[in-house]
């Protein structure tokens, strides 16, 4: 079973409404969860993490996500996007007794006018 | 002041050869990666060195094979390249336990013809 789940490979939204991207984790995952941003041609950015505490993360760009444990659920949200947030983003949790990085497969989120 | 810097960033190259791809972080962490992504742009962790020591060895044919001078540098060799190969290929470093998330270097995009 795969650890980490984007359900939405693409996801194409107009610009200034608001955006979720989901993610699901499974239980080999710990609960050190990520999300980071790919923009075209360029390395993987760190968007934001949930390690421990508050569920609600706040992270750059405007972006932030929720936590739930009921629901292994560790979607990300931005209220309004803009164009420049055109990028793939990927989900990703620490597995092998918190030893790597596993990553979801990704969504591109498309921003049009 | 690049953290995380990997070189070359393009790299094309006949199959049958060999070639190396180089990695230096300079955060002071104490593990460093190498993650391949594919043309369906899924990430997959391939090694994972500890103050030098290697600690995670996926399934990678062995013509691949990474070395760690010092835990500021690991390199990715490979041998007898084959047109599967083609992948960018991305280096990253977390303090140990990479629960705070991981930097990523901005890739080295391998072609084989």
């Known amino acids: 079973a795969q650890s980490v789940t984007q359900l939405d490979s693409q996801v194409p939204v107009f610009e200034e409404a608001p955006v979720e991207l989901r993610c699901n984790y499974s239980?080999?995952?710990?609960?050190?969860l990520f999300w980071y941003v790919q923009y075209p041609n360029q390395g993987l950015q760190l968007l934001l993490k949930?390690?421990?505490?508050?569920?609600l993360v706040k992270g750059i760009n405007g972006f932030e996500a929720e936590f739930n444990k009921s629901q292994t659920s560790f979607h990300l949200r931005k209220p309004s996007v803009h164009i420049s947030d055109t990028a793939e983003y990927f989900c990703a949790g620490l597995t092998g007794g918190g030893n790597k990085l596993t990553f979801g497969t990704g969504t591109q989120l498309k921003v049009e006018l | 002041d690049t953290a995380v810097s990997q070189t070359p960033k393009y790299l094309v190259t006949q199959m049958g050869n060999d070639k190396s791809i180089k990695c230096e972080q300079n955060?002071?962490?104490?593990?460093m990666y190498w993650y391949k992504q594919d043309s369906k742009k899924f990430l997959k962790i391939m090694f994972s060195y500890n103050n030098k020591e290697l600690i995670i060895n996926e399934t990678v044919p062995n013509r691949f094979s990474p070395k760690s001078p010092d835990k500021a540098h690991l390199n990715l060799h490979i041998n007898s390249l084959e047109l599967g190969d083609s992948a960018v290929y991305f280096c990253?470093?977390?303090?140990?336990?990479?629960?705070?998330?991981?930097?990523f270097g901005s890739g080295t995009r391998l072609t084989v013809v």
């Open positions: 949930y390690l421990s505490g508050s569920t």
């Open positions: 955060l002071g962490h104490d593990t």
């Open positions: 990253a470093s977390s303090r140990t336990g990479g629960n705070y998330g991981y930097t």
């Open positions: 239980s080999s995952v710990s609960v050190y």
